[in-house]
């Protein structure tokens, strides 16, 4: 059992008052708050370690790279990947699709060859691919969904075929909270030869990722919604893909020997981080990885999961309320909307009364025009969540809603 009140102590944001009111921060599929344990590790970085990192033949080189190449060692483990040089240090999740994008898409694709991305995508896992087939003459399609959210699974294995080379799909949905059946997906686009890249940016937070179990060739999350610092994440890539890749970028780090008339490159991870990393909040990130260990993610999935049930038992007393997204494998998010108010008109109206939620299409724009929307309110949780939050949450929108109808 997790002792909640124990872990929101070790969040200091949650303290605050917004609006003259408790915050109730119910925005974490868009970003999750830090523990005092990676804020203070970013600080004694910059106190005690800075300095840049690799070929340094002083101390505090030695000591940063050190830390530095700890996190990967705690992101191999995180994502059970087999080979530690699998671990590509990226931006986030949006880099980290870019390069596979670029990198292996550009390189692969032929006039003709398809791309797959599912309905369900965030812009950052549509646009990287519409780039690489603009660049290619390859031609993007789509998987589309049911009515609850889910993703049409026969419409999928119907689009596959030996002109498919490359499939993107999240393995949650960051606007519907959708959970993709991804292990049986992969299996099936490889049957017919294709790669498969997993957006993990809504699952890294709730799931332990065993990328060897799914056998994604791929998989990608981004630092700052697993409790860790922005403008950092992991690329997962199988070793065999990565080796063939050309880099992504080029620059410090990435190269073995350059000349003007020749360069060699990095073994891997390095042959893909061109560049002075971003070592700080790669140090900082460890602490992230040992606080979701710390608490299993097991038993944060099992609290976010009795949040989302009882949201699910309040909400319909809401008049005029809808949920946007019902598939039977769903977690963490509720998207919503109440009869004909505006989403966000209620997110403003909520953050009155100190309650953060997230309004608008959520980077899924392809989504929103299918389901014949402009966006919704999405109340999303994190470990720190509570059922009294939960109820605050739903007097406030009740409060919201009888004000604008
Ligand atoms: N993919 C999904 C499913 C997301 O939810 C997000 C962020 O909301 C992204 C990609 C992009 O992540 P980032 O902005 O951290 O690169």
Redesign the pocket.
């Known amino acids: 059992m997790l002792d909640i009140d124990k872990i929101r102590a070790e969040f200091p944001i949650l303290t605050q008052k917004i609006q003259k009111k408790d915050l109730v921060y119910f925005d974490n ?2 970003t999750s708050q830090k523990p005092k344990s990676v804020l203070s590790a970013l600080a004694h970085y910059y106190e005690a370690i800075n300095s840049n990192v690799h070929r340094g033949a002083h101390t505090l080189a030695a000591a940063a790279t050190e830390a530095f190449e700890q996190t990967r060692l705690l992101a191999q483990a995180f994502m059970n990947a087999e080979h530690l040089e699998e671990i590509i240090f990226t931006r ?4 980290g699709i870019n390069l596979v994008a670029a990198s292996y898409g550009r390189t692969v694709l032929r006039p003709k060859d398809e791309v797959l991305v599912s309905m369900l995508e ?1 812009h ?2 549509i646009v990287p691919w519409q780039l690489a087939c603009q660049a290619t003459g390859a031609v993007l399609k789509v998987i589309p969904i049911h009515a609850d959210g889910s993703l049409d699974q026969e419409a999928y294995r119907n689009l596959l075929s030996n002109r498919t080379k490359i499939v993107a799909f ?1 393995h949650v949905s ?1 606007a519907l909270g959708t959970v993709n059946p991804v292990k049986d997906m992969i299996k099936e686009a490889q049957a017919v030869g294709a790669v498969v890249l997993v ?1 993990g ?2 699952a890294a937070p709730h799931f332990r990722i065993n990328v060897q179990d799914l056998n994604a060739d791929f998989y990608v999350f ?1 630092a ?2 697993v409790y860790g610092p922005t403008g950092f ?1 992991v690329l997962y890539g199988k070793k065999k893909w990565l080796e063939q890749m050309p880099p992504y970028m080029g620059g410090g780090e990435m190269i073995k020997e350059v000349s003007f008339e020749r360069t060699t490159y990095n073994v891997l991870p390095y042959k893909f981080e061109a560049g002075t990393p971003n070592i700080a909040d790669a140090v900082a990130f460890a602490e992230s990885l040992r606080f979701v260990q710390q608490h299993g993610l097991e038993n944060i999935a099992k609290h976010e999961n009795e949040l989302h049930d009882y949201a699910m038992q309040l909400l319909p007393k809401v008049k005029g309320f809808r949920a946007i997204g019902t598939a039977a494998q769903k977690v963490g998010v509720i998207s919503f909307l109440v009869a004909n108010t505006h989403h966000f008109d209620l997110g403003m109206m909520l953050d009155a009364q100190g309650v953060a939620v997230r309004t608008g299409h959520h ?1 899924t724009q392809p989504l929103m025009r299918h389901l014949g929307i402009e966006g919704t309110v999405r109340a999303s949780f994190a470990v720190y969540n509570t059922k009294r939050e939960v109820e605050v949450f739903v007097e406030a929108l009740e409060k919201c809603v009888k004000m604008l109808t």
């Open positions: 599929a868009a986030g999740t949006t880099e965030h950052s896992n999240n960051n957006d940016a809504q981004s700052h919604k994440g980077c």
